[in-house]
């Protein structure tokens, strides 16, 4: 079995024992067929059962076929089934573009907490997606001038404002439990490293001549990975886990490219400024609809829960306290006022 392409990138045919997907992710593969048709072959895919909270009992996680080479032929039991790991960073696409430098790079530490609405939240750098009452391409699109300050596409947006035409490193340092496909839309992204949590910013990374392209990378726990892209598709672009809970959870941030390009060559469709009518969206100013960076109206929250005993900890703990010693005095106070109540029983035996 030889790969072929991923996420759309024609690659140069390496040969695997198996492929691994994640969500969004996609492979192409070629499978040479024997010369004979003396058996036939099972192949099988499994979820990765790591994935789940909990396995439902009805799910069925590993789904059997048969290449038949002859219906009266046995299946063959030979051999093992090899799980050697497919590692899509050592691929080489087809086209090859040689290892981009960067102009501007953002660390990206990824955590899953629970915040002040008491969900379990997704985060890049302590901070959950919150979708602002303009969406940003609007933002970029209306605002002038202040379509370059970060501050204008809200607080929660996890917005980064990028210049056309600038090489664009993001290292993503994976601290949750779990894995995630990270996805990155308007761009293929160059692979160029990865390695264990966290990465060492002082490492000078050493990418393959002609990197790996694609659009999805999975990230394990505890991992880190380095991508690198050109900024020259304007526009605002998502980069977020392809997780569906995840992206409900706020796993997302944006990259907001080239806006001073995005309003000179870009024209959004006169039916999607309906559409956003009809929905009550509106198209126009900063995150909150509103001019400059007054976000007045902006919804906000929620937070992470704050460290440290707070006001609110303090006075918990102290209404604990107040309460147990209530509760102990008046068990005492009941105690020494029914001590009379009681007389001592002594039996006729004594």
Not at 293 to 308: A, C, I, N, R, S
Request: glycine share 8%.
């Amino acid at each position: 079995m030889r790969v072929i392409e991923v996420d759309g990138v024609d690659t140069e045919a390496a040969e695997v024992g198996n492929v691994r997907l994640a969500a969004a992710q996609r492979t192409s593969v070629l499978v040479t067929a024997h010369n004979n048709t003396s058996n036939n072959y099972i192949f099988h895919a499994d979820m990765d059962t790591d994935m789940f909270d909990a396995i439902p009992d009805e799910l069925v996680y590993n789904s059997t076929g048969l290449v038949e080479y002859n219906s009266k032929a046995n299946v063959w039991k030979g051999g093992e089934t090899d799980w050697s790991a497919f590692d899509d960073i050592v691929l080489t696409p087809y086209t090859k573009e040689t290892a981009l430098g960067f102009d501007v790079s953002y660390t990206l530490d990824v955590h899953f907490n629970q915040y002040t609405d008491a969900l379990n939240h997704g985060t890049f750098n302590n901070i959950t997606y919150v979708a602002p009452l303009v969406p940003s391409i609007f933002t970029a699109l209306s605002t002038g001038k202040d379509a370059l300050k970060q501050e204008v596409y809200g607080p929660q947006t996890n917005a980064h404002v990028v210049e056309h035409l600038q090489e664009v490193q993001l290292v993503v340092n994976n601290y949750d439990a779990g894995n995630h496909p990270f996805h990155l839309h308007g761009h293929h992204f160059q692979m160029i490293e990865r390695g264990p949590a966290p990465y060492d910013s002082t490492h000078n990374p050493q990418p393959h001549t002609a990197p790996m392209r694609r659009d999805t990378v999975m990230i394990p726990s505890m991992e880190y990975v380095i991508l690198r892209f050109r900024a020259d598709n304007p526009g605002t672009w998502l980069f977020h886990c392809h997780i569906e809970w995840h992206i409900e959870g706020g796993l997302n941030m944006v990259i907001v490219e080239a806006p001073d390009v995005m309003q000179q060559r870009l024209h959004v469709p006169k039916q999607i400024y309906n559409h956003c009518a009809s929905a009550g969206i509106p198209t126009s100013g900063n995150a909150a609809g509103r001019k400059g960076v007054d976000l007045e109206g902006l919804p906000t929250g929620p937070f992470p829960y704050p460290f440290g005993w707070t006001r609110k900890a303090k006075g918990a703990l102290a209404g604990c306290v107040i309460a147990a010693l209530i509760g102990i005095l008046a068990i005492i106070w009941q105690g020494w006022r029914g001590k009379d109540k009681y007389k001592q029983v002594v039996s006729e035996a004594d």
